[in-house]
């Protein structure tokens, strides 16, 4: 007895420790704190810079112009708009749709937060839902990318000036995709929240739609990167499978609807969909994580106690990315960002904090902690473990570098983006063709646009990072890099 309690104590002493370490690291040595209003403000301004299409009288971002014009037009169709996913000119809808799904929660959750940014938040919301409204026009089918991927990364250009293939990709009834289709519907329902009093009749538009889009992808299961291999692999293939998009799309519907068919269905297909599967990934191809907590917060209201193993799983997620218990699939680096492997961590950053902080909001409510074995993780605990995410972003880190692009003193500038390292139309009107491109690409000067705003890739689990655009895993920025981290950035420019 007396060596089990000595074995619980150390057990608990190092995930104590752990966490002191990873919390306190560097904050020592920097310690002005941040102004994460002006973050929250400029990681909004970002998605600016993504748009596709033509752009409205109030854009902000002036080094971008109107391009891909004519998307769709090939399948007539008009396909305009949305966003550039990253640094190409690419229109993919997977990770569009969970853009938009997690800029929607961000304001349902945080938007309280956001004081005058907020109209900013709702319109970056509406440009990415009325791309998602043309996409899922025609019943049972899904226009899932626009563009081709070999042919833009063959080139470096302006979106302005692209000449790359725009071809367009569906899901249909003989070519299944629930797993982006899924993802649609969830989008299209979480903005609909969003509108729910701000403008009903676009609310009951995306409702609507949604649950016809997820109607479709339930009716015809599979994964979109079986028929579309060639298009969207290896960019945006569903290597998670599909199932997780089902649920996720069903979880929302419920929020939206309160419909008692979405609540039955989450909850017959709890197993089949397995929903317990690796509950500590959350992004754009993984939602088990968010499916989790979501639900959670209905079990932690005392309103739905058959959700319960949702919560079990939501509790298991938080346990697994404290610092110093250890877990395969998540590291901490050095300087106390999470590390997973794979490319652009920064997306992993956000995305998991993000859920650290909802789950924490959700449990402060309802007075409550996690057990995690022989300690407990507390709201408290669980803000401050995502407050530290969120600073080393902002350059509390060992290289005292914003990862931010435009923010603090200290920041990327040679980020892998075609339109921030291009000159833009109004100091280069002149086209810049495919290759010409290249020269701008491999030199070694800052980027002449700066996009303000964009979160790159980030440094490496050594804490190490090229400021260089051939490093595009690093040095990329991406939407779903963004989207959490505006409700992030909402809530702790209210409670710095």
Not at 287 to 306: C, D, P, Q, T
Not at 464 to 484: G, L
């Amino acid at each position: 007895m007396a060596r089990k309690s000595l074995a619980a104590y150390l057990r608990n002493f190092r995930v104590t420790a752990c966490l002191f370490l990873v919390l306190l690291s560097f904050h020592a040595v920097i310690g002005s704190g941040h102004d994460y209003y002006d973050a929250l403000r400029k990681s909004i301004l970002f998605f600016e810079g993504q748009r596709s299409g033509k752009l409205p009288p109030d854009q902000r971002v002036k080094w971008r112009s109107d391009s891909a014009l004519h998307d769709g037009s090939t399948v007539g169709r008009d396909l305009t708009g949305g966003y550039y996913d990253a640094g190409d000119n690419i229109k993919f809808g997977f990770p569009m749709a969970f853009t938009t799904t997690l800029l929607a929660w961000s304001i349902i959750d945080f938007g309280r937060n956001m004081g005058p940014e907020l109209k900013n938040a709702v319109k970056a919301v509406k440009w990415g839902t009325d791309y998602l409204l043309k996409v899922t026009s025609t019943p049972d089918v899904v226009y899932v990318q626009v563009g081709d991927a070999y042919s833009d990364h063959n080139c470096w250009e302006r979106p302005e000036d692209m000449d790359t293939l725009r071809s367009v990709y569906k899901i249909d009834g003989s070519h299944p995709g629930s797993d982006v289709a899924g993802e649609t519907a969830a989008a299209l329902a979480a903005a609909s929240i969003v509108f729910r009093s701000r403008d009903p009749a676009y609310s009951r538009l995306l409702l609507n739609r949604a649950v016809r889009v997820f109607d479709f992808a339930d009716r015809h299961r599979g994964a979109y990167s079986g028929s579309l291999h060639s298009a969207v692999c290896p960019f945006y293939c569903d290597v998670n499978g599909y199932q997780d998009e089902l649920l996720w799309g069903a979880v929302w519907l419920h929020k939206a609807s309160r419909k008692r068919k979405y609540r039955e269905y989450v909850v017959q297909n709890e197993v089949i969909l397995h929903a317990g599967d690796t509950i500590n990934e959350f992004g754009w191809d993984n939602k088990h994580a968010g499916i989790n907590v979501l639900i959670s917060k209905e079990v932690l209201m005392g309103r739905a106690g058959y959700f319960e193993s949702f919560k079990q799983n939501a509790d298991d997620f938080i346990c697994s990315i404290l610092p110093g218990i250890s877990h395969p699939q998540v590291q901490y680096s050095p300087g106390g960002l999470i590390f997973k492997a794979g490319g652009s961590n920064m997306q992993h950053v956000t995305s998991l904090s993000f859920l650290l902080l909802a789950y924490s909001s959700y449990l402060s409510h309802a007075n409550k902690v996690v057990p995690c074995g022989e300690t407990t993780a507390s709201p408290g605990l669980l803000k401050e473990l995502a407050k530290r995410q969120v600073d080393y972003i902002l350059g509390d880190n060992p290289l005292r570098m914003s990862y931010m692009v435009g923010y603090g003193s200290r920041y990327p500038q040679r980020i892998h983006h075609r339109g921030s390292s291009l000159p833009s139309v109004q100091a280069h009107p002149a086209r810049i063709r495919c290759k010409e491109g290249s020269r701008y690409f491999l030199s070694p000067d800052p980027n002449p646009n700066v996009h303000v705003g964009a979160v790159v890739g980030g440094p490496n689990v050594t804490d190490a990072f090229p400021d260089s655009r051939p490093f595009f895993q690093e040095s990329e920025p991406t939407t779903y890099i963004n989207a959490p981290l505006v409700g992030l950035l909402a809530y702790f420019s209210a409670h710095p």
